[in-house]
């Protein structure tokens, strides 16, 4: 695939997407030649070939297999920025993606445990002897900063500026940002660190002082939350919607919820008002004598 290759390398190298991100492209470009392939004879290099009508098809294709509009939007997606590279890059003009509107997404609230649950649960992990203290660092960190997992797993020990009383966190596209912490989580990693035989400079490490794994923090999470929530979904991302609500519902401005989030736009972070105002329906339903 000369195009996809080049096209991946530019990605890879100019703009420095991750791994799984170049994974998602590949794989969605990989299954739209295919699909012009077998149904109207064409090659990746012949895609100046590739008519509207022909996109199009591969979209209905794509919604009849029984893929959300969120995934049908994210293929076509990886369609449009191929196409603007070409353009940009190789000097081809094949722009028939760009002129076409993908299905619209369903809104879905980000998924939340609430505030009082997640302190409940937190002080009762203190007092508790079935958890660790690395269990306590790693569902403290997520519920007080908000940050993902890669990034909870990617922390140094000199990531935590004591001093200064913050966290520096290196997120997507290695975008370094600051996050305060309060002098009780400070308390509990200086804890956790002096309580460790063996130190390999990372944060959250495992037994065997190496770095932390994804299933490692998604199997605490998950037992964690499983005490005091009966949601399907038990995951780090859903402690990250717990912060951002709990910020929000405590008078937060949304900008600054941006900013500790990482989020490059404000679009992203505006899932968190819906929750917000679904809130306020409740309250008003069960207060209003005329609602």
């Known amino acids: 695939m000369p195009y996809v290759d080049a096209f991946l390398t530019y990605l890879k190298v100019e703009k420095r997407y991750s791994e799984h991100t170049l994974k998602a492209y590949q794989r969605d470009l990989a299954q739209f030649f295919e699909y012009v392939q077998d149904?109207?004879?064409?090659?990746?290099?012949?895609?100046?070939?590739?008519?509207?009508n022909s996109v199009r098809a591969w979209l209905v294709f794509l919604m009849?297999?029984?893929?959300?509009?969120t995934s049908v939007n994210r293929k076509l997606s990886s369609l449009k920025s191929l196409s603007k590279f070409l353009l940009k890059k190789k000097n081809l003009k094949w722009d028939v993606p760009l002129q076409l509107g993908g299905p619209k997404n369903k809104k879905s609230l980000a998924t939340f445990v609430p505030e009082k649950n997640l302190t409940t649960l937190l002080d009762d992990m203190r007092k508790s002897n079935n958890f660790t203290l690395r269990d306590r660092v790693i569902l403290e960190l997520l519920f007080?900063?908000?940050?993902?997992?890669?990034?909870?797993?990617?922390?140094?020990?000199?990531?935590?500026?004591?001093?200064a009383?913050?966290?520096?966190?290196?997120?997507?596209?290695?975008?370094?940002?600051?996050?305060?912490?309060?002098?009780?989580?400070?308390?509990?990693?200086?804890?956790?660190?002096?309580?460790r035989k063996e130190d390999k400079g990372w944060l959250v490490q495992t037994d065997n002082a190496k770095k932390a794994y994804p299933k490692l923090i998604y199997t605490t999470v998950y037992s964690a939350l499983s005490l005091i929530s009966s949601l399907k979904k038990k995951s780090p991302h859903v402690l990250r919607h717990s912060f951002a609500t709990a910020m929000l519902n405590n008078g937060a401005p949304l900008l600054a919820i941006k900013e500790l989030l990482g989020h490059e736009s404000l679009a992203a972070t505006q899932i968190y008002t819906h929750n917000s105002i679904e809130k306020l329906k409740k309250v008003y339903k069960q207060s209003h004598p005329r609602a």
């Open 165 to 195: 009383q913050q966290l520096k966190v290196l997120g997507k596209r290695n975008k370094e940002r600051i996050i305060p912490i309060s002098a009780k989580l400070l308390d509990l990693i200086k804890l956790y660190l002096n309580e």
């Open 144 to 163: 007080a900063t908000g940050m993902r997992l890669s990034e909870l797993i990617n922390l140094r020990i000199e990531s935590v500026q004591f001093e």
């Open 64 to 69: 009849e297999s029984g893929l959300s509009s």
């Open 39 to 52: 149904r109207f004879n064409l090659s990746e290099r012949e895609i100046k070939k590739v008519k509207l």
